[in-house]
Every structure is written in C-alpha cells, then in structure tokens.
C-alpha cells in the first residue's frame, strides 16, 4: 500500500461511470456536476402528446466556465464535473507536466543546468521568461521554481534540454508519460504550453495530472510556494526575486488561506485556466478550470467549486494503529512450520458525506484460506464497514516468518533428552541394585 490508500465510498462519487464494486451509501450528493430538471409534459389541442424539449442541466455548482472539475486529492475521486473530459487548450499548465517530468529525470535539484546556445533559440524571448543569458548556468531547482511560479520559458527550455538533451525528445517523453497516467484527452507538442492543435488537454487530465505530481515532496512543495529567490549567478551578479503568478497563493484580491497550491496560465485563443490545491481540515481536494474568459473568473469559479467539495465532504483517517495486525499459524502435516503477519503500513483516508456521522465507520481484517498450508496462499484485506455496510477495501501487507528450522532444532534437542533421561534411569537402577546382585550371586557359590 502507498502512504495514503484512499475512497473506497461512492457516497462522493458523483460521476455516473463509478465501478460496480462500490456500494452506495447514505445522503450523496448529487451526480458529479449536474442535476437535471424535468418540465411537465403538456398536451396540445388536438390531444396529442407534444415533445418535451431536452432538458436543460442544473449544475451543482454555479461557474462561468464549461470545463471544469473538482477531485479528491487522496482517492482521485470526481466530485463535480462540468465536461470534465473535453480536450482544450491547457495554456501554460503545460509546465507542469514539464516540471514534474523533470523532476523525475535530474539527477538532483542542485545539479547545474547552462543555457546552451540550442536551447537559447528555441523561445520567444519577448515574453515569458527572466531574461536567462546564453551560457549562463542555475540549479535544477532555480530552473523549476521560476517555470512553475513565473511560467519561465527560458527555464523550462533549460530543464528540458537537460532532461532529454533536446526539447523533442522531451516531448516524447512528456506524451509516454501522459499515456503512462491515462491521460486520454491530453497531448503535448511543446514544452511551454502555446497555442496549438497538438497541444491538448482535459480539466479531468490536468487534475489527475496534478495529483500524481503532488505526490512528489519537491514539487508540492515549489506548488505551493508563494514565492522564490534566484541566487547570484556566472553572468547574473544580482539576485532575482520570482513571485508567484497564482495568486491565491500571495497576498491580494484573490488570496485564499485554504489554497495549498496553484498554477494559472492563459493564450489568446485558450483563454484562463487555473488548477489548484486546497485543504481543509483533513479533507485535500484539486480543482481545474479551463478556457475562463478572464482571470477573475477563474479564480472566483475555482474558489466556487472548492467550498462545494468542503461543504459536502469529509475526510475520515483510520490509522495503521486502530486497524491493527493479524497473525495467521501455518501447520504442514500438524507442525507449525511458519507465521503469516497481516499490517497496514499507513493509514486509510475515506471520504464521507458530511452528514454521515464518522463513528459508524469501522475496520475489519478478514482472511481468506486461513487453513492453507502454503503460507503464498493466505491473504487478508481490510474490510471498512459504514453502519453495518461493506463501503470499500484493500489489500494488506503480508509478512512470512518461517519457523520450520527453529522447530525441527527443538524437535532434536527434545529427543536428545529423552535419551538422556532414559540413559540416567538405567545408571541409577544400576547403582541402586549392583550391591544386592553382586551379594545374591555370591551367595549362589559354593562354599570352599
């Protein structure tokens, strides 16, 4: 199990394609995005029926946009969608893609990156960029910083080229990686995020892009950073401040204590997109938004749709202590011949309605071929039970102790023993009757 195993409830999945495993619990919400309202059909003069117009949808949450999607960070579960899978234009969301596949890539952050003469031509040097001079050498770290918080293109051309040795190579990469995270309406053709057919993606993608992204300290980490200072340089004698282009994340009209992290780009032709983490309480939650007109609307949909999630959902944890360990005997031909110790290495974060009270929600393992004497065979889940409902479960950590060869020594030794014991009980009945025998067979002689 990863760190965090998480959502095994379809109480908050509102999405209508949730797997038929999951079991329904009470109050959910309403489907992933959208209700739909039915007009009474009516009947025109002559009796018959007249056709009822398709309905219009009612969307769970009001926003100016029509790509949009909010999921819970820990399980990936969907809690509202609004044509969650419709490829657009993802701007400079691009990046972070970039970023995180070169993190993956680089040695380590503090490995030197020079802007080579290849890499300075293939940017607009007009806009988007801190003005990186050929030749000039950061870290990997100054390089991710400034293309995630300034949507640096100069940066992003550097860590590419470092990455891959060339900026197409980089964007093979960045499409097997997409394909790699079934990211179905996404593909790449540029690092930075400019406008192009062959540049796609979805709301839906960019969330699950960002979520897998997330699990990597580093890039949270740069993220959430409201802000970042480039050192002094080979060709830079000065410092340069980097402020956070998102700006829930710094102080101002759009600021929100709640955001955890933030990216927000725009083109021409795309118009805004914003994609964010937030977190309340133990609840984490990732928000996308794409082709906004403006950027106020942008930040005020993606703030919109976030107090949707926390009005609606709790996180609940069920920690590694409170499920607990299960030990199973395996017997070969009777003799216990290995241990079979079931653990949970961390704790389960389920998402709940916020009207489901949380102490109902219980942990059970449950074993299955106990019996077996091939320990490979045994295997046990932790089952989560909601008020006597099986909502969700998952695989344990199955650890195997052998004791055939401890037991086999004591099976020996024990014998020994006994042989030893019997040896000390002839001696003993030896000693005890040598003097009457030896005085009987005497007497048996004749005398002289």
């Known amino acids: 199990m990863k760190k965090l195993i998480t959502g095994f409830l379809s109480v908050l999945l509102l999405m209508t394609g949730v797997s038929a495993e999951e079991t329904p619990a009470p109050s959910p919400l309403p ?7 039915v007009p009474e059909e009516g009947t025109e003069e002559n009796g018959t029926t007249e056709e009822t117009p398709e309905p219009e949808p009612v969307w769970a949450v009001d926003v100016s946009t029509d790509y949009a999607v909010l999921i819970d960070a820990d399980s990936g579960k969907v809690l509202f969608e609004k044509n969650k899978d419709t490829a657009r234009d993802p701007a400079s969301l691009t990046k972070i893609m970039t970023v995180y596949l ?6 380590s952050p503090s490995q030197e990156i020079t802007m080579s003469k290849e890499a300075f031509q293939t940017y607009d040097h007009n806009q988007g960029v801190l003005w990186i001079q050929e030749g000039e050498t950061l870290s990997a770290k100054d390089c991710e910083y400034a293309a995630m918080l300034a949507s640096a293109n100069d940066t992003a051309a550097m860590l590419a080229e470092a990455a891959a040795l060339s900026q197409d190579g980089f964007v093979q990469r960045m499409n097997a990686e997409a394909k790699d995270m079934n990211l179905e309406s996404t593909v790449f053709d540029n690092i930075f995020g400019l406008s192009s057919p062959g540049n796609q993606s979805s709301a839906y993608d960019i969330a699950k892009l960002t979520r897998q992204a997330l699990k990597n300290d580093a ?38 204590e709640e955001a955890t992290g933030g990216k927000i780009g725009s083109t021409k032709d795309g118009g805004f997109c914003l994609a964010a983490s937030a977190k309340r309480g133990a609840t984490s939650l990732i928000a996308v938004v794409l082709s906004e007109e403006t950027a106020d609307d942008a930040y005020h949909d993606i ?26 005997e395996v017997r070969d031909g009777g003799k216990h011949v290995a241990d079979v110790v079931f653990s949970a290495d961390s704790g389960f974060s389920i998402l ?13 393992i449950v074993v299955s071929n106990e019996s077996s004497s091939s320990p490979e065979r045994i295997t046990a889940e932790v089952q989560f039970i909601l008020n006597g409902e099986l909502i969700g479960s ?10 055939k060869q401890e037991e ?33 067979l005497t007497s048996l002689q004749p005398p002289e």
């Open 394 to 403: 998952a695989q344990m950590e199955k650890k195997v102790v052998t004791v």
């Open 102 to 107: 070169a993190m993956k890539s680089l040695t």
């Open 303 to 328: 703030v919109r749709i976030f107090e949707y999630g926390f009005q609606n959902a709790q996180t609940v944890t069920i920690t590694a202590e409170q499920i607990g360990t299960r030990t199973v």
């Open 219 to 256: 890039f949270r980490e740069i993220f959430g950073a409201s802000g970042y200072t480039i050192p002094a340089t080979n060709k830079q004698p000065q410092s340069r401040p980097i402020a956070q282009d998102c700006e829930l994340l710094r102080n101002g009209e759009y600021s929100w």
């Open 31 to 37: 489907e992933a995005g959208k209700e739909t309202a």
């Open 408 to 440: 086999t020594v004591i099976e020996k030794s024990g014998g020994f023993r006994m042989i030893f014991d019997y040896a000390c009980i002839v001696v003993l009945v030896l000693v005890l009757l040598l003097p009457p025998l030896v005085k009987f």
């Open 352 to 364: 709940l309605p916020k009207d489901v009270d949380p102490d109902g929600l219980k942990a059970e």
